[in-house]
Structure formats: C-alpha cells, structure tokens
C-alpha cells in the first residue's frame, strides 16, 4: 500500500511538473507572439493617421490640428524645436523638443519611430512623426501596454489553468498507479495467470513461472536426495547388524561349548584363540564404523596442519611392513616430499586403508608402488599393486559401504568392507578426489588427487 502512495506521488509529480512547464511555455510564447502582432498594428494604424493628419496640417496648418478631436497625442515642432503645438500640453511648458529621438531621425529620413518606457515597464509610449514640406516635425504618440504588463495581466489565469492541472494530475496519477499496480499486486505466486496482467508484466509471470519450476524440481530432487540417504541409512544398519552378529554368534558358540565341557583341556587355547580373533574382528568393525560416522557428520574438530604425504606413506609402509613381508610383498616409495594442509589421523587412515588393501588383494610375491607427485590437476598419491585387481562391473560400487567384489574370498581375507568408504569420506574432508584404475586378475591403482 505504501509503495502504492509512493508511486502516486511519483506519478503524480511527473505529470505535474510536465503539464505547469507545458502550460507555461505556451502561455508566455502565446503572449509573444500574440503582442508582437498587436505591437504591430498599433504602430502601422498610427502611421496610417500620421500620413492623413500631415496632408491637413501641410494644407491648413495648426488651425487643422485644433480642430481635432482624436485620442493620441498630436505634438508640432518646428525646425527650431520649438513645440508649435500639443494637444495634451501647454507648449510653454515643454522644452526645445531637437534632442528627441523620433524628431531628430524625421529630420534625417522624412519618418521617425521610438518608444519610451515608463519606469515600472508596465506602459510604453510608441512615437511616430513626419517631416513637413515646411520643416516643422509632426509626431503622434499613443500609450500602450508592454509585453510585460500583457505577460502580469496573463499570470492569475495561468495560475489558475496550473491548479486545474495539479488536479487533473493527482486524479490521473492514482488512476495510473493504481492500474499499474494493481494487476502486479494481484498476481498469485503460485499460479500466475497470464490473462489478468498487461503487456509490460508478462517477462515478469515468465520469471515467476521459470523459477516456480526450478523450485518444484528442487523440491523434487531434494526428495529424491532424502529418499536416497534414507534408504542408505537403512541398509548401513542391516549391514552394521549382520556384520555384527556374525562374530558375536561365533564368540557365543565358542564359549557356549567351552562352557558345556565338551571341549577337551588341550583345545581350548585353540578355541579362545578363535573367540580372541573374533572379538579382534569385532574391535577393528566398530572402530570403522566410528570413524566413518566422524567423517559422516563432518562436525569432528580436527586440527588442520600441514602433513608430509611422503612422510606420512613412509610411517604407515612401516606399520604395515610385518603384514607384506608375510605375503612376500615388496612395498616400493617414490616421489617428492610434497605437503599439504589436511587432519594428519585421516589421511594416516585414508593411505593406511589403500596399502592395507593393495597387500590384500596382492598375489603372493606381488609388488606395489606408492608415488607422490605433483601435476597440473594437483597434487597426486597413488598405491599401485600387482594383485587380482577389481571387474569392470565392481570398480562403480567399491566404495559403497560393506561391499565386497570377491565375496567367496572375504572371509579369509578378512576386511570389514568399509576401508575405502573411509578413504572417500576422508578424501571428501579434504576436497580431494579418488580416482581408480585397475585390471582384473593384473593389477591396481588408486589416486587420491589433493
Ligand atoms: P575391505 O575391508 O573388504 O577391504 P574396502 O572398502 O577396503 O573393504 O574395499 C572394498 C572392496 O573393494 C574389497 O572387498 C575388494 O573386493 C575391493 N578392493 C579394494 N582394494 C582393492 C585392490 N587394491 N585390489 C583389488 N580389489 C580391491
């Protein structure tokens, strides 16, 4: 509403100021031209009984001008510039007349012109005179009004057309707003329709319209989004609970027997071997998942500093050394000290998780290459093995959490089958990608770039 008024008074000042600027310049060009015209006639019409007065004065003399009765002021000079006569003043009163303007150019030329204004300029007084054949210089002079005076005398009904004006403005200026905002303040958000607008508003409806369909698909899509994380959270935990159970119903047995007797003295360090290597599962399967739910909820306050990736593969080859000399494998490091700034537990985690695989998956006797390098794209870490390597079909789903490509040989490989989801939830911590390459039963290579 209030804008409404602003725009009224917008509208209204526009129209305002546009039509007293118009009114004005026309009233004051009108009187202009219109004096001009006027100014013109006065003079040539007294011209006009100049010539006729002469001809009676040249035949009859002053006797002629006495006998006149005419409005205007009929003045005779003689060549002296004495005045012979005057019609509306004593001649001994006025003084040697040569030194007028009019006169003076009568004498020169045979006719003279002048005006004189009065000192408020609101009157003007026009002279005309002739030479008689005798020398004497007849003048008529007749008072007028200047176009001044005409301009002060338009200026009331001007004012007056100006007021007429302020409201014949204000009037339009409310029915203008009002038809230029109402439609707009009309339209339905949700549903514009294109029939009650004008011409002007319709890239306006076609941007509401635009942007109510990109809402509806973000709606859409977030839906789909939601249904998607839902859904994953629902077999996250299936899979948390069978991979759970499954040690934990070993361990039960274990001890169940143990419990029973029905296991001979001499078996059970073997037995509690197994219970012990089962809860070592257990430990390893809920120490994953803890850290995966730290990266899931990205709130863990981790200290950013900057890690030698160099350094850190060396440290963690060294942890991991033990496992690959078991397997005959021989673990290779290459490539510059290249650092950057990250939490120094993850990327451990993430490089611990990638080598751990590599000697894993390996064949016995098997090689792998850890390099770090820079290149136009960043900053690169790659673990390269010679092991059994990934399907086509299984490279898009490894990183899912708890899948496993070779099922048949997981169990005596052991893993929990959430390593590499740590790697891209790590590498997700860090705004960093995972690229992988590999070919099954050759080899293969997975880089992180930073
Ligand atoms: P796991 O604990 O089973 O190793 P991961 O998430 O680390 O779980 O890996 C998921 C699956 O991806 C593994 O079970 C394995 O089938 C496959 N995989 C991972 N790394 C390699 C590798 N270097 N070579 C071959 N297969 C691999």
């Not at 007065?53 to 009765?69: C, I, M, P, Q, R």
């Not at 839906?223 to 299936?238: C, G, I, S, V, Y």
């Not at 099922?407 to 990608?433: M, P, R």
Request: glycine content about 6%.
């Amino acid at each position: 509403m209030i804008r409404i008024k602003k725009m009224s008074k917008r509208i209204f000042l526009n129209m305002f100021i546009i039509s007293s600027v118009v009114i004005a310049l026309t009233t004051i060009l009108t009187v202009v031209i219109v004096y001009k015209s006027f100014s013109n006639q006065n003079i040539a019409a007294l011209k006009g009984e100049l010539t006729a007065t002469s001809s009676g004065v040249e035949l009859n003399g002053v006797a002629f001008l006495k006998s006149l009765s005419v409005k205007h002021r009929i003045t005779l000079v003689d060549s002296s510039g004495k005045v012979l006569f005057d019609n509306r003043n004593d001649i001994n009163s006025l003084g040697n007349h040569n030194d007028r303007e009019e006169i003076r150019e009568a004498r020169e030329n045979g006719t003279g012109y002048s005006e004189r204004y009065s000192d408020t300029l609101s009157r003007k007084t026009i002279n005309v005179t002739k030479l008689l054949n005798n020398g004497d210089v007849l003048r008529l002079s007749k008072d007028m009004s200047t176009v001044w005076s005409t301009l002060m005398d338009t200026i009331f009904p001007m004012i007056c057309v100006m007021v007429f004006a302020i409201l014949i403005a204000a009037y339009m200026a409310g029915r203008v707003s009002k038809a230029v905002t109402t439609p707009i303040n009309q339209i339905d958000l949700n549903e514009p329709d294109r029939e009650k607008i004008y011409d002007e508003i319709e890239p306006l409806i076609d941007k509401i319209i635009k942007q109510n369909n990109q809402i509806d698909k973000q709606i859409e899509q977030l839906n789909m989004e939601h249904e998607k994380q839902d859904n994953l959270r629902r077999d996250f935990t299936a899979n948390v609970s069978h991979e759970l159970k499954t040690p934990l119903t070993s361990i039960s047995g274990f001890a169940e027997i143990i419990q029973n007797g029905m296991v001979k003295e001499e078996d059970i360090t073997r037995f509690a071997g197994k219970i012990h290597s089962e809860a070592q599962r257990l430990i390893i399967l809920v120490g994953d998942i803890i850290k995966l739910s730290q990266l899931d909820g990205k709130d863990i306050a981790v200290k950013m500093e900057p890690i030698d990736l160099y350094e850190t593969s060396q440290a963690v080859m060294g942890h991991l050394e033990a496992a690959a000399e078991k397997r005959n494998i021989k673990m290779f490091l290459s490539g510059k000290h290249l650092v950057i700034t990250g939490a120094e537990q993850i990327i451990e985690e993430m490089i611990f998780n990638l080598i751990d695989n590599a000697i894993k998956y390996n064949k016995t006797g098997g090689k792998i290459y850890v390099n770090i390098l820079k290149n136009d794209d960043g900053i690169n870490l790659s673990v390269e093995d010679t092991g059994i390597g990934i399907k086509d079909e299984d490279i898009g789903r490894i990183f899912e959490r708890f899948y496993r490509a070779d099922k048949s040989h997981s169990k005596e490989i052991g893993g929990t089958g959430l390593g590499l989801s740590i790697v891209k939830h790590g590498a997700n911590f860090h705004n960093a990608k995972v690229f992988v390459k590999s070919k099954y039963k050759e080899g293969t290579k997975i880089t992180i770039l930073f």
